[in-house]
């Protein structure tokens, strides 16, 4: 297969394209602006709608009209942008629709910075908005991965009627690398399969679908999230990917995301060279998370401690730390404000732990 050299931003969006992906809502923010620049290009080339949005409110709202006629669509934005969705996220959770959403991470708090950060690990993953609710996390390390995930992304969505969201830190959409490109999918709307989308009823659909958040009854609220409980343990059980990394003789295993991940590799790989043997669990599901891979790998024998690498304050390094339940020392090492750790940086943590081990 044929490989093309493209930024990563384009690249997501193509890859949205073909995995049947019609639809596009956002508006522009640093660094996920060429995702809908490149959008309004393509999409009427193939007979998709994208629309720039008066806000990143209005455009999460149209992803939920889409969403439940059960179109593919997609959303994109970074990190601010992503705390103004929220709101309709919760809505298109509870209303049990499929939708993508891209969040392009950028350091902050607050306006922050317009480069990569990792700081919306805690937002994407807990539940940025209100209420009993979950979302499918991806979180690529390549622009390669990025596209793959693309096409995994909207199938999961349509198999559990769940919003997805796949983080990638503000390097991967603004890097180019060589990439291969999946086929185009001839992708429609199985309205025999999507029988709860709103399509219009008469005589082969005598019954007017409603898509609904709202639920005065407070049993039939109960039901509701009865049921959205269930898919989220039936994902949480079907659904978790993960890379490991070199384990084999570990003294230390490392965890981290994104590019940090490719980052601690390569001090992984020159610690190696050295005669010190560190591995890696890094989560490709910030949520459904990893707890028992990471355990199993981190109580393995011989090993004897784990190291997070994040470029934020230690938000996964929470969930690191619940997976070990106390079995095994945690370490941290991290930056914030797009500060990226280097390779050198990870490398004197790792040989300072193994002093005191």
Known sequence: MALTLMKGSEAIAEAAIRAGCRYFFGYPITPQTEIPEYMSARMPEIGGCFLQAESEIGAINMVYGAAGTGARVLTSSSSPGVSLKQEGISYIAASEL????????????????????????????????????????????????????????????????????????????????????????????????????????????????IINSLYINTDELDVLNERLQATYREIEANEVRYEAYNLEGAEIVCTAFGTVARITKSAIDDLKEEGFNVGLIRPITLWPFPYKELHDAATAPGVKAVLDVELNAGQMLEDVKLAMNGDQKVDFFGHYGSHMPTPEEIKEKLLSMREVL
């Open 98 to 209: 499929p939708c993508v959403i891209m969040n392009v991470m950028r350091g902050g708090p607050g306006l922050g910075s317009i480069q990569a950060g990792q700081g919306d690990y805690f937002q994407a993953t807990k539940g940025g908005g209100h209420g009993d609710y979950r979302l499918v996390v991806f979180a690529p390390a390549s622009v390669q991965e990025a596209i793959d995930l693309m096409a995994v992304a909207f199938d999961t969505a349509d198999k559990y009627r769940n919003p997805v969201m796949v983080v990638a830190d503000g390097m991967i959409c603004q890097m180019m690398e060589p990439v291969v490109l999946p086929e185009m999918q001839d992708y429609k709307v199985d309205y025999s399969v999507k029988t709860w989308a709103a399509n219009g009823h008469g005589m082969s659909k005598p019954h007017r679908a």
